[in-house]
């Protein structure tokens, strides 16, 4: 009887292991350059505080969060990282709504990974539940 406790501990961690693993694979490990990916595949422009005034400019907007701002009566979206890249990304509404768009077909696609990867795992379907 203690094999099978050990089994279905088995059974139980083995697809948050292979999740853990897969998650791994591939994509960036830094926090910030996956900001910065995002960010530009939603159409966002890379800008660079490349004077003092400009990174105590963006020194003072939340970093690394977007934010919305109306820079000369005009809706902006800003993302800035005056500590290490000394850079901001700016972007449209539009820009902004497909940040956001992207990030939900990406956790969509991550949830139906992990939904493959529990159903397709052997130890997951070799044990009779009932």
Same mark, same amino acid.
């Given at each position: 009887?203690?094999? &099978? $406790? ?7 961690? !083995? %697809?948050?292991?292979?999740? !853990?693993?897969?998650? @791994?694979?591939?994509? %960036?490990?830094?926090?910030? &350059?996956?900001?910065?990916?995002? &960010? ?11 004077? %003092?005034?400009?990174?105590? *400019?963006?020194? *003072?907007?939340? /970093? $690394? $969060?977007? +934010? *919305?701002?109306?820079? $000369?009566? *005009?809706? +902006? ?5 005056? !500590? +290490? @890249?000394? @850079? ?12 956001? /768009?992207? /990030? ?12 493959? !990867? /529990?159903?397709?795992? %052997? ?8």
């Amino acid at each position: 009887m203690e094999w &099978l $406790k050990q089994i279905r501990i088995l059974v139980i961690l !083995a %697809p948050g292991l292979i999740l !853990a693993l897969a998650g @791994c694979s591939g994509a %960036p490990a830094n926090k910030t &350059l996956q900001a910065e990916e995002a &960010l530009v595949a939603a159409g966002f422009q890379l800008k660079m505080a490349d004077t %003092p005034v400009k990174v105590e *400019r963006i020194s *003072r907007i939340p /970093q $690394k $969060k977007v +934010v *919305r701002a109306m820079i $000369k009566d *005009r809706e +902006v979206y800003l993302w800035a990282d005056a !500590a +290490v @890249c000394r @850079c901001y990304y700016k972007g449209t509404r539009q820009n902004y709504e497909q940040l956001l /768009q992207n /990030q939900r077909e990406e956790k969509a696609d991550q949830h139906a990974y992990w939904y493959e !990867a /529990q159903h397709d795992d %052997p130890l997951w379907l070799s044990h009779d539940w009932e």
